[in-house]
């Protein structure tokens, strides 16, 4: 369970420098397409908190592939539903998405979507590392 909490203390501090970075990136292209012209401080300061406790969440819960104990597919359940859950809050409670059913509906899809591409490409990059150790061997 300590090297649980302290990787994913470790993962979670990596990519918490990313989600500000990141919504940095969207205001300045809703910047540049008109949507947004200032926000206020206050929503400012939120948003930025929530970029951070959002991306340290979903980088620490990677700390779940190294508990042993755990089969792959258990832990990839775990990590989909802790992910999903971290983004849809802060998305709620940052009004980034419409609480009503379509809209919903429609970033659980594309969450979906998007995970399952992910792992996707994940898997055949480790299959292919796999197959090139086991040529070597």
Same mark, same amino acid.
């Given at each position: 369970?300590? /090297? ?7 993962? $979670?501090?990596?990519? /918490? $420098?990313?989600? &500000?970075? *990141? ?7 809703? !910047?540049?397409? $008109?949507?947004? %012209? ?10 930025? *908190?929530?970029?951070?406790?959002? /991306?340290?969440?979903?980088? $620490?819960?990677? /700390? ?6 755990? &089969?792959?597919?258990?832990? %990839?359940?775990?990590?989909?539903? @802790? ?16 609480? !009503? &059913?379509? &809209?919903?509906?429609?970033? %659980? ?15 055949? !990059? @480790? ?7 086991? !040529?070597?061997?």
């Amino acid at each position: 369970m300590k /090297a649980f909490i302290k990787t994913f203390i470790l993962h $979670g501090l990596v990519a /918490a $420098g990313f989600g &500000p970075l *990141i919504l940095v990136s969207i205001y300045y292209g809703y !910047q540049l397409a $008109g949507k947004i %012209t200032s926000p206020s401080i206050s929503e400012l300061n939120g948003n930025i *908190i929530s970029a951070l406790l959002l /991306a340290f969440i979903a980088g $620490g819960i990677s /700390a779940i592939f190294k508990v042993e104990k755990l &089969p792959l597919g258990i832990a %990839t359940l775990i990590d989909a539903i @802790v992910l999903y859950v971290d983004y849809l809050f802060f998305y709620l409670i940052n009004d980034w998405i419409e609480k !009503q &059913p379509i &809209p919903l509906l429609i970033f %659980t899809v594309i969450f979906i979507i998007g995970y399952l591409i992910i792992w996707a490409i994940i898997y055949k !990059q @480790v299959k292919r590392q796999v197959q090139k150790i086991n !040529q070597k061997l």
